[in-house]
Every structure is written in C-alpha cells, then in structure tokens.
C-alpha cells in the first residue's frame, strides 16, 4: 500500500469504521426526502465534513433548499434560512448593534448567520455589497459589526443555491466569493422513478422532511470534522496535487487557474472521501473523485468547453504517479 502511512493507528481504524456505518445512516436520512439524488446528497455531505461550503447552482424547483433542510434536520444542528432579495442589506445577514433602553448603551443583535448551517437562498439575487457581507463568515467564521469580531459557532458551513445567470433579477458572483464555496453542484432532473417516487412522498399532508429525526448530533459531527483531518496523505499524493495544479496552470486554456487554497481545499475532500470508503489513508482516486467539483466553478476556460468537463479531461492526462 504505498499510500498507506508507515504504521497503522488501529484506534483510529475502529473510529473510522464506525463513522462509516453511522454516515451511512445520515446519508439514508436525507434520501427519504430526496429521491434518487444519491450522489449529490453524498457530495453534499463530504464537503461540509471537510469543513467547505457548498453552492448549489441550478434551475428552481429541483430541492435545493429541501436539501438543506433534510441535512440540517439529520444531523441535528442549529439550522438558519436567509431568503436573498435585492432589497437585503448586510446587517440583515450580519446583525446590528442596537440601543438598549433599559440598559443605555448599544448591544449586539446577532443576525441569522449565527447559526451551524446557513442556507443561503437565490444567493445571486441580492446585490454585490450584500453578497459580500458571507465573505468574512465563510472564510474565517467570524463578523466584524462597527470594529467588533464575534465569533460563529462551531461548526459554521454554508448551504447556498443559485439561479442561472440568464434568469430576471440575478447578479454575477464575483470570483472571490466563488472562491469561499468549497464545491459546486448541481442537482438536475430526477429520473422517471424518481420523480414518480417524489410525486407519492411530497403529495401527502404533512411535508416528509417534518418527519426526519435527527441521527447524529453537533457534537458528533465536529467530532468527524477532527477526525477527517487524521487521514493520512502520503508526500505521493501531496505531489499529484501539485502537478495537477501546475498543468492547469501552465495551460493556456485556463484563463483563471485554481488558486492553492482551491488545492488545499480539494485536499481536505479527498480526506473525508477516503474516510467515507474505510480508509485512513488518502489515495489518488479521492482526489479525482470530486476534483471537478472542487476546481471547475474557480476557473475560467477559453473556449466552449465547460470547467467541469475541461477538469475530467486534465484528470486522464496528469499521471497519478
């Protein structure tokens, strides 16, 4: 196993076997609401156990937001929504400090991105200065309110969806906050089963995601956010990293290449993915497995070929070793 670190932690196998078993059950949860999204609910997951954030960029109506709902309802953490509209200013995402009566001197009124897991809705519908108001948040976990830091609660991850650009009302994401998303997704049109499944489960009375029960809780997933950064990642697999880094960059296609903490970050996925697959070791293959989520919404390509296409394809030239 060349990409096995040079002694074994049998503690550490046993913790991760038995994430593997309860990450399981998460990922069984959340499919009771959204049907036949498997791979997006495993993508979804991933990532914010590897301390990311994710954007969501599809038409509306395919469960985006439900999507968050049922992840937040399954592993038990604080749970806020923030409809983005252009009349929303950034004290309504940050907070305000407000003039107490009773004790005659301003105190701070947190906003709703004091919470575990934020949805930011339609993201792209509000302007750019409120758009930039999450920057902070997402990259430190942290605002600053009139010269004063406050802290965000552990874990903080953000869940946002996006309306394509072609549609009314949306504003261009500059590539700095594109940037703070860990992975792009999108979610697609259910297969046939699928939505006929759907059409059975959300045409009942009472809306299925009520009756998710949550099947971790928070202080369990901060433990498997820390025990994600124990997997080992061989100098081999630092290295391919780097080279598939650097022949994106060396490409003349790719007007705006991966920065390193898009590196870094597809490094931190690759290590919850071998975690998900029972390993404690991190190979080539987890790297590649969700690299054209991590990379392709960074980058600009010349040309008509999408990102995420144009990262599939450098992934089959770059030699793993």
Request: neutral net charge; glycine residues 4%; aromatic residues 6%.
């Amino acid at each position: 196993m060349l990409h096995a670190p040079p002694t074994r932690d049998p503690a550490l196998s046993a913790e991760i076997n038995a994430f593997v078993q309860t990450f399981a059950t998460v990922k069984s949860s959340v499919a009771t609401v959204i049907l036949g999204k498997d791979d997006v609910i495993f993508k979804c997951l991933v990532v914010l156990l590897a301390r990311g954030h994710v954007l969501l960029k599809d038409v509306p109506g395919t469960g985006k937001t439900m999507l968050a709902r049922a992840i937040a309802a399954s592993i038990a953490v604080d749970f806020r929504r923030i409809q983005f509209t252009p009349d929303l200013l950034p004290m309504d995402i940050t907070g305000t400090n407000v003039f107490d009566l009773r004790q005659k001197q301003f105190v701070f009124q947190p906003g709703p991105v004091f919470c575990n897991l934020l949805l930011a809705d339609e993201l792209n519908r509000a302007t750019p200065k409120t758009q930039s108001a999450l920057l902070e948040s997402m990259a430190e976990g942290q605002v600053t309110v009139e010269g004063i830091t406050h802290r965000l609660p552990p874990p903080f991850l953000v869940m946002a969806t996006m309306n394509p650009l072609d549609h009314d009302g949306t504003y261009v994401l500059p590539q700095a906050q594109l940037d703070r998303f860990t992975a792009q997704l999108t979610m697609g049109f259910p297969a046939a089963d699928a939505e006929m499944q759907m059409l059975d489960v959300h045409l009942g009375a009472r809306p299925p995601v009520e009756d998710v029960r949550p099947v971790v809780d928070r202080e369990t997933f901060l433990s498997w956010q820390n025990l994600a950064t124990r997997v080992f990642i061989s100098q081999e697999v630092k290295r391919y990293l780097v080279r598939l880094a650097n022949h994106i960059r060396g490409d003349s296609v790719a007007l705006a290449p991966p920065s390193p903490r898009a590196i870094l970050m597809l490094a931190r996925v690759a290590q919850v993915h071998a975690m998900t697959q029972g390993r404690d070791y991190v190979t080539p293959e987890d790297v590649r497995a969700l690299a054209p989520d991590v990379l392709a919404h960074r980058m600009i390509i010349s040309g008509d070929e999408a990102g995420h296409s144009y990262v599939s394809r450098i992934l089959e030239k770059v030699p793993q070793a």
